[in-house]
């Protein structure tokens, strides 16, 4: 007979780290053309919810809205795909010592965001508040790729 694990389960024990991770580790990039500005490169995915400061190097800009509107999508989807495994497939089942593992980098890539998104340079914004013109390039990357740059 085959057990399925419940839905709790699959989001706070997988779901959710597995969202934290792929979100920092895999992303679209988006070089765009602002109104009245010059070029940006954004990331995140579906919807860019990070893009360059203009006012100083190294710095960005945060956008909540697109942040939390990815996040949960991510973690839906995510959702979705560990159920429909778990129901259809197999038994999804992590060793204690290897989520033990997952939540430590969990932790630290969440305490990394937070310290980079605390630094007084960076511009925190509940919405994007300019407009893109074009979209110059876009394409999938992972986090340790350079970014192309026009």
Same mark, same amino acid.
């Given at each position: 007979?085959?057990?399925?694990?419940?839905?709790?389960?699959?989001?706070?024990?997988?779901?959710?780290?597995?969202?934290? *991770?792929?979100?920092?580790?895999?992303t679209k990039s988006w070089l765009v053309l602002p109104?009245? @500005?010059?070029?940006?490169?954004?990331?995140?995915?579906?919807?860019?919810?990070?893009?360059? @400061?203009?006012?100083?190097?190294? !710095?960005?800009?945060?956008?909540?809205?697109?942040?939390?509107?990815?996040?949960?999508i991510q973690l839906l989807l995510w959702t979705l795909?560990?159920?429909?495994?778990?129901?259809?497939?197999?038994?999804?089942?992590?060793?204690?010592?290897?989520?033990?593992?997952?939540? @430590?980098?969990?932790?630290?890539?969440? @305490?990394?965001?937070? !310290? *980079?998104?605390?630094?007084?340079?960076?511009? *925190?914004?509940?919405?994007?508040?300019?407009?893109?013109q074009a979209v110059l390039n876009s394409g999938y990357?992972?986090?340790?790729?350079?970014?192309?740059?026009?």
């Open positions: 007979m085959k057990m399925i694990i419940s839905l709790k389960y699959l989001i706070f024990k997988m779901a959710l780290p597995l969202t934290i *991770i792929i979100m920092v580790v895999f109104v009245d @500005g010059g070029n940006t490169v954004m990331s995140g995915f579906p919807f860019p919810f990070i893009a360059d @400061g203009w006012h100083t190097s190294l !710095s960005y800009q945060i956008f909540i809205t697109e942040f939390l509107a990815d996040f949960f795909i560990l159920f429909l495994i778990n129901k259809y497939l197999f038994i999804i089942k992590i060793p204690k010592f290897l989520n033990i593992i997952i939540w @430590g980098l969990v932790i630290i890539i969440s @305490g990394l965001a937070v !310290s *980079i998104a605390s630094m007084p340079d960076q511009i *925190i914004r509940l919405k994007r508040d300019w407009e893109i990357q992972f986090i340790w790729e350079e970014q192309s740059r026009q």
